[in-house]
Nanobody, 120 residues
């Protein structure tokens, strides 16, 4: 059974930082395209960042960094200089198709999400 469990969300002021974690069981993340997505109320879900065999992809460059610890089977998202518009539910996802990483769409496995709220 595949499980993805996010943590690390919370409430921060604009300009602050957070690091999200996603502990994965039931699959080996080094063999999967792994990604972070977010969805704000009333908006479509969007890809934030993805990673596969060291190659990384970002929706917007500069403030977020995706990484993974294969020994811990854990995915991370370091978020810096947070803005109120970053407020969303953030989801961790996995897909066995490397091609999903560049387009950040239609991942197979999903976590339950962790809420990030940025106040001005």
């Amino acid at each position: 059974q595949v499980q993805l469990v996010e943590s690390g969300g919370g409430s921060v002021q604009a300009g602050g930082s957070l690091r999200l974690s996603c502990v994965v069981s039931g699959l080996t993340i080094s063999s999967y395209c792994m990604g972070w997505f977010r969805q704000a109320p009333g908006k479509e879900r969007e890809g934030v960042a993805s990673i596969y065999t060291g190659a990384t992809y970002y929706r917007d460059e500069g403030r977020f960094t995706i990484s993974q610890d294969n020994a811990k089977n854990t995915l991370y998202l370091q978020m810096e200089s947070l803005k109120p518009e970053d407020t969303s539910m953030y989801y961790c996802a996995a897909d066995p198709r490397p091609s999903r990483c560049s387009i950040m769409r239609d991942f197979v496995y999903w976590g339950q999400g962790t809420q990030v709220t940025v106040s001005s």
